[in-house]
């Protein structure tokens, strides 16, 4: 098909769950997602995680018996700091997540979380997207690509988008078609997908070039990727 699987970037939807968490390193998931908030109570940007999931996983695995302890260790009031967690990733699960997509929540404090990037943007492949497009547009970090969520087909993206000074835009699969792909495509824009888990939706977004697929299978979106890309 004339493309490379190596372009596309496979990412594991809310990796926020240490149950999705360990699920993803141990398929060999390479790329996550996570959701990011400001807490005003402490003055942080934090992963929160859901509170029934705070439990210690039970496996014959060396990496996801010491995670999980980790894990649920610092996770234990029901959040973890960015910078924690992305240390985590550095530190203990080096060679093993190679990027990570930051959904930015909430209107954030664009100082403080512009430095956290910035101290760890040389040992992950980071990405940043929100729904809030200001935020986005405050956070010039050299080095990392910028996208902006779109909850729906915009009427006319060029007149909103060519405004932007942004990478490329996340946005709900089922909203695209060949010609708006294409349309994103003339304005330069990457294009990110989510959350796509149907093997159909797959196929389809593989053949149309996307940049980025967002998932909670991600190992079915690559053994379905791998397979049409030898046909």
């Known amino acids: 098909m004339g493309r490379e699987l190596s372009r596309l970037v496979i990412v ?11 699920r993803y390193i141990l398929d060999g998931v390479e790329y ?26 039970t496996t ?5 018996r ?7 260790t610092l996770y234990i009031k029901g959040y973890i700091p960015l910078e924690n967690f992305l240390d985590i990733m550095t530190t203990y699960l080096y060679g093993s997540i190679k990027g ?13 979380l ?18 809030n497009h200001l935020t986005i547009q405050r956070l010039d970090i050299r080095d990392i690509k910028r996208f902006v969520t779109l909850m729906e087909r915009l009427y006319n993206p060029e007149n909103y988008l060519s405004d932007l000074d942004i990478d490329g835009v996340s946005i709900d699969y089922r909203v695209l078609d060949n010609g ?9 824009l990457d294009i990110a997908v989510w959350t796509v ?34 046909d």
């Open 114 to 131: 512009r430095n956290t990037i910035d101290t760890y943007k040389d040992e992950l492949k980071l990405y940043i997207t929100s729904k």
């Open 100 to 112: 990570i997509l930051l959904d930015i929540k909430d209107p954030s404090q664009d100082g403080e």
């Open 180 to 188: 708006y792909i294409k349309e994103l495509e003339r304005l330069g």
């Open 197 to 230: 888990n149907d093997i159909s939706s797959i196929e389809r977004l593989v053949r149309e070039g996307i940049s980025m697929i967002i998932s909670d299978v991600p190992g079915k979106v690559r053994y379905t990727a791998e397979k049409l890309l030898k």
């Open 12 to 22: 594991g939807h809310r990796a926020n769950s240490l149950r999705k968490l360990v």
């Open 66 to 72: 010491w995670l999980s302890r980790l894990y649920t």
């Open 32 to 57: 996550i997602e996570v959701d990011v908030q400001y807490d005003e109570l402490i003055g942080r940007h934090i992963v929160r995680h859901p509170p029934d999931e705070v439990w210690r996983i």
């Open 60 to 64: 014959s695995n060396n990496k996801s």
